[in-house]
């Protein structure tokens, strides 16, 4: 197995931010995974492609890099199987089904990171959630050594939030993520911008639409160093909605299955006057709020700093607390760390 000692993270995170590794690991087969030393797994972070993750300090912990790479494809009359290993690309994933007569996840088309981070986070994007195909995935848990199978309700899908990104973080890593996408074509295109597709409505038309709407808004982090949504959309309470309705009557929302309501992120930092505003080599971005830019190369410490600052902007003026959607990583720590509010 490929493991190297005092690592630059600089090119393995797409905020472009410094950071040194004592330790990476590259493991690329199933049977290398047993070979990761006990005492480090328990200290170490798992990277897939670093497009939503915040080394928040100069020293990051020890790195797993899982690097499995394979596609599988089996079907039954009513449906297609995708297995696909971690290290595969999301987007080539998108476009090898799509090219392929296998349709379901062409909303998800662009959305950068690997294959094995996709549930982890949950991905979603222009109405649907990557956790609504998953059949089940293949996980390596490092206390045992051995392979697990969790099914689509073991994984606790949510809202940018699944059982591997809390009660599972850091305990194994995901080496196989098992689709089922039925043969039986159903388009999910009621997301603002969908909705005027010339008819008939094609998988390929969504994937192109959804391509043109996520380039027109979101910048390219190798010429823009982001993390796409660097906060999550808050959720709020229907009585604290009101209020904040009634002050703003225009405030997009999105109500909720529990009740509960969705607000957009990117119009409250818009509304505290952010959109655009640049500081000392960090900025929001001009066309989509939600995106952070590190248009200097600077700190995690300093990119920290100011999303504080963008918080505290919300909070003043809306009373909402925005949490983070890009995973913040501190040094030792196992864990996120809790620098920026909570991670729930
Ligand atoms: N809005 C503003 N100003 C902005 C940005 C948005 O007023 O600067 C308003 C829009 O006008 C709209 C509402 O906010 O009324 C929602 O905006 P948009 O449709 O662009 O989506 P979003 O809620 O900002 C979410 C995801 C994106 C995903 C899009 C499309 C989160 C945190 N973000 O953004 O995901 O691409 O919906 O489905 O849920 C990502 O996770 O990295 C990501 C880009």
């Known amino acids: 197995m490929k493991i190297r000692t005092n690592f630059s993270l600089k090119a393995l995170n797409s905020l472009n931010v410094s950071a040194i590794t004592p330790e990476i690991f590259f493991p690329t087969k199933l049977e290398e995974l047993s070979e990761l030393p006990q005492s480090k797994v328990a200290k170490s972070y798992i990277l897939g492609e670093g497009s939503n993750t915040l080394f928040c300090q100069k020293n990051a912990p020890i790195i797993i890099k899982p690097s499995l790479v394979g596609i599988e494809v089996t079907e039954s009359d009513e449906c297609f199987q995708i297995s696909a290993a971690c290290a595969e690309n999301w987007h080539d994933l998108v476009l090898f089904c799509v090219n392929n007569g ?3 996840l062409e909303n998800l088309a662009l959305i950068p990171g ?9 991905i979603g994007a222009y109405g649907v959630e990557v956790g609504d195909f998953i059949e089940r995935i293949t996980w390596f848990d490092f206390a ?18 699944s059982i591997f990104k809390q009660a599972l973080s850091g305990k194994g890593i995901i080496t196989h993520v098992h689709f089922s996408l039925p043969k039986a074509w159903q388009a999910v295109n009621s997301y603002q911008g969908l909705s005027e597709i010339d008819l008939p409505i094609t998988p390929q038309a969504i994937m192109a639409k959804v391509m043109q709407l996520r380039q027109a808004k979101l910048p390219e982090p190798k010429q823009l160093p982001n993390a796409g949504s660097f906060f999550k959309n808050p959720l709020v309470s229907v009585d604290f909605f009101a ?5 703003y009557p225009t405030i997009p929302f999105y109500k909720q299955a529990n009740g509960e309501m969705k607000l957009a992120a990117g119009w409250l930092i818009e509304q505290a006057g952010l959109k655009g505003f640049r500081e000392a080599g960090i900025g929001i971005h001009e066309k989509q709020a939600l995106v952070l830019i590190n248009y200097q190369g600077k700190s995690g410490q300093e990119i920290v700093a100011f999303a504080r600052f963008i918080q505290e902007k919300v909070q003043a003026k809306f009373n909402v607390h925005l949490d983070p959607e890009v995973r913040f ?4 720590e196992l864990n996120d760390i809790a620098c920026l509010g909570s991670q729930k």
């Open 102 to 104: 296998i349709y379901g």
């Open 114 to 122: 690997s294959v094995g981070a996709a549930p982890v986070q949950n």
């Open 144 to 161: 045992s050594k051995a392979l697990i199978d969790f099914s689509k309700a073991d994984c606790q899908f949510a809202y940018r939030n």
């Open 243 to 247: 209020i904040l309705q009634e002050k």
């Open 329 to 332: 990583i501190g040094g030792d």
